[in-house]
């Protein structure tokens, strides 16, 4: 099933580390220290693994602030967020500014698939290397993503729909629940870095479950 907590934490970016080769476990990661008034959150974005067959795709942008909706107006904290259009909350295939398309704005359109923005394939290192650049000591931050269970944190901190059946993620997909990290430049336009893995697919139904191949 979806979700039962997706939302975004708003607070100061204060710290980020890679994992290292001996801690990394299963799946390689950016760490991410956020300040909010609660205390220090713990942010894992995951960028795939070297030791795993499952790529890592990605992409960066630059939006407006209006194009994140109500997100950019809340307090420093965690939020949570109703996985619907206008929310705040963010959807790779739905949401306009993040497909990069003209128009549309809010809709469902679960066989909307023609980006203007591809993704960009590639290691773990790769990864790494594309996000880094967005994450400046001190800038203001949104992490969208599921909260830890306890403590202060955040994990899936990427797409989290069109993941295929069989998978151990099938009973996760859900539309209006992807995850990102996004910083605020000093112009007020917004940094966005969004990440998936190379079996979860780009075109799903209501449900977030991947819809067959044309």
């Given at each position: 099933?979806?979700?039962?907590?997706?939302?975004?934490?708003?607070?100061?970016?204060?710290?980020?580390?890679?994992?290292?080769?001996?801690?990394?476990?299963?799946?390689?990661?950016v760490?991410?220290?956020?300040?909010?008034?609660?205390?220090q959150?713990?942010?894992?974005?995951?960028?795939?693994?070297?030791?795993?067959?499952?790529?890592?795709?990605?992409?960066?942008?630059?939006?407006?602030?209006?194009?994140?909706?109500p997100?950019?107006?809340?307090?420093?904290?965690?939020?949570?967020?109703?996985?619907?259009?206008?929310?705040?909350?963010?959807?790779?295939?739905?949401?306009?500014?993040?497909?990069?398309?003209?128009?549309?704005?809010?809709?469902?359109?679960?066989?909307?698939?023609?980006?203007?923005?591809?993704?960009?394939?590639?290691?773990?290192?790769?990864?790494?290397?594309?996000?880094e650049p967005?994450?400046?000591?001190?800038?203001?931050?949104?992490?969208?993503?599921?909260?830890?269970?306890?403590?202060?944190?955040?994990?899936?901190?990427?797409?989290?729909?069109?993941?295929p059946?069989?998978?151990p993620?099938?009973?996760?997909n859900?539309?209006?629940q992807?995850g990102?990290?996004?910083?605020?430049?000093?112009?007020?336009?917004?940094?966005?870095?969004?990440?998936?893995?190379?079996?979860?697919?780009?075109?799903?139904?209501?449900?977030?479950?991947?819809?067959?191949?044309?």
């Amino acid at each position: 099933m979806p979700f039962d907590h997706y939302g975004v934490l708003v607070g100061t970016l204060r710290h980020h580390f890679r994992d290292t080769p001996d801690s990394q476990g299963s799946w390689f990661h950016v760490h991410l220290r956020v300040d909010a008034p609660g205390g220090q959150y713990r942010c894992a974005v995951d960028v795939d693994s070297h030791q795993s067959a499952t790529g890592v795709q990605w992409k960066t942008f630059t939006v407006e602030a209006s194009d994140l909706g109500p997100v950019t107006a809340l307090p420093p904290g965690f939020h949570d967020l109703a996985r619907t259009a206008g929310s705040g909350a963010l959807d790779y295939i739905r949401h306009r500014a993040l497909r990069g398309r003209p128009g549309c704005a809010g809709r469902l359109l679960s066989r909307w698939t023609t980006s203007s923005r591809p993704w960009t394939s590639g290691s773990n290192l790769d990864a790494a290397l594309a996000l880094e650049p967005i994450l400046v000591v001190g800038r203001p931050i949104l992490v969208f993503g599921e909260p830890f269970d306890a403590g202060l944190g955040m994990h899936n901190i990427h797409q989290n729909q069109g993941d295929p059946q069989g998978s151990p993620w099938w009973d996760e997909n859900g539309v209006w629940q992807d995850g990102a990290t996004v910083t605020r430049r000093p112009d007020g336009r917004y940094d966005v870095f969004l990440n998936k893995f190379s079996t979860q697919k780009d075109r799903t139904d209501a449900e977030g479950h991947p819809l067959p191949s044309s």
